[in-house]
């Protein structure tokens, strides 16, 4: 399978948390900090070391202004992130890295929700759950979900200590980092001769492991499949685009368009399975997750669930001279037939809500019952 179109030079497609994001080499040199330090920023440094009475971290603070000058776009996909920051925000976006397993995302209120827990992690052995929040991480408050990444992450036995909000209580729990090795892909057997793969984020090894799991499937007499991308924040956009090649004859997965207007596509270029086909979504459903979903609904695939998270826009990072980075919204994406997902969100052909309060799964029934079961 191949990605065509795509104009610009991708070393990377990734994203720790609620993302569509490509990562290009952009030398950035140090124009920006020229700049600042030949502004107010300057002076300001000026009166701190003359007159300010406690010890500071000179270095902490140019980081920061660095951070606060991005914050100022007031977007929170956008963020600056230190050479270590960055390290490790490459890591987890491969799936393989030191941390406690877990996922999160920014919901619309702008507070960071647990999505899901790798199993036998340590957040799972901790009790964390999706859907709890998280408040602060060793006593900081966030505006950026990927520095709060980087803090949670750490070398494998140091601990890190985190206040969640669990069932309207505050926590504060001590966990210890381990290494962590993510698996994206799960897949079963239901009844009625209907596969179900469940695509929880879309990181390096995804299209592959999907590609294993659907074969699996077929060969134990899989007649109908069920693609669950419920609680996918996103991730790696080309990963997504893969997966979309085995459901979509040639043509478009979806269209990317910049600033100015200028459009490209990512191509689908062969594949497409014969298994009757359909997709579970729901709110907390977005970004490279809402490319595929689009995708299949406007390509005659039923839709199932609640109403996506609608975040239809794309970052680049910046690889800066100093091993640090710049993540910057550049490109919205579309679907194949030119419909806007960003702050929309993507309408289910079939609206279904799942009862919390029951152990019930009325999204996954009714997919069953779609597919003739």
Same mark, same amino acid.
């Given at each position: ?7 610009? $030079?991708?070393?990377?497609?990734? !994203? ?33 070391? &003359? ?9 902490? +603070? ?28 490459? !890591? ?47 006593? &900081? ?62 990181? $390096? ?21 069920? +693609? ?39 191509? !689908? ?10 997709? +579970?979504?729901?709110?907390?459903? !977005? ?46 994406? +579309?679907?194949?037939? &030119? ?13 279904? &809500? ?20």
């Amino acid at each position: 399978m191949q990605i065509s179109k795509l104009k610009f $030079g991708i070393m990377l497609a990734a !994203a720790f948390v609620l993302g569509a994001l490509v990562v290009i080499a952009f030398n950035c040199g140090k124009t920006a900090d020229a700049s600042l330090s030949d502004s107010k920023l300057g002076e300001i440094q000026q009166n701190i070391d &003359k007159y300010y009475l406690e010890d500071y971290d000179q270095a902490e +603070l140019v980081e920061n202004a660095y951070r606060g000058y991005v914050a100022g776009l007031d977007d929170p996909y956008s963020a600056y992130m230190s050479k270590t920051e960055f390290e490790s925000w490459q !890591a987890s976006t491969m799936g393989d890295y030191d941390g406690i397993g877990m996922t999160f995302s920014e919901d619309d209120s702008g507070g960071f929700v647990v999505l899901e827990i790798t199993k036998d992690s340590p957040a799972e052995k901790a009790g964390v759950e999706p859907g709890d929040y998280i408040l602060s991480v060793d006593g &900081k408050t966030y505006s950026s979900s990927d520095i709060m990444a980087a803090d949670i992450r750490g070398k494998a036995g140091t601990d890190v200590t985190i206040e969640f909000l669990h069932e309207d209580e505050q926590v504060t729990k001590t966990i210890t980092r381990d290494h962590i090795v993510q698996q994206s892909v799960e897949s079963k057997m239901l009844d009625g001769n209907i596969g179900y793969i469940k695509i929880t984020q879309f990181i $390096g090894s995804t299209s592959d492991d999907f590609d294993k799991a659907l074969n699996k499937l077929t060969s134990k007499g899989a007649k109908s499949l069920i +693609l669950d991308l419920r609680d996918n924040g996103g991730g790696m956009v080309d990963q997504s685009v893969q997966v979309a090649d085995e459901f979509l004859d040639e043509g478009p997965v979806c269209f990317v368009e910049d600033k100015n207007g200028n459009s490209e596509s990512y191509d !689908a270029e062969d594949g497409r399975t014969s298994l009757d086909t359909v997709v +579970l979504v729901n709110e907390n459903s !977005a970004s490279s997750s809402e490319i595929l979903a689009a995708a299949m609904q406007d390509n005659g695939y039923k839709i199932i669930g609640q109403k996506t998270f609608g975040k239809g826009i794309i970052q680049t990072t910046m690889n800066l001279e100093d091993g640090s980075a710049l993540k910057l919204t550049v490109m919205q994406y +579309l679907s194949p037939d &030119k419909h806007v997902i960003h702050k929309k969100g993507i309408k289910p052909d079939i609206k279904v &809500k799942d009862k919390e309060k029951t152990e019930a799964d009325e999204q996954l029934e009714r997919a069953e019952k779609e597919l003739g079961n």
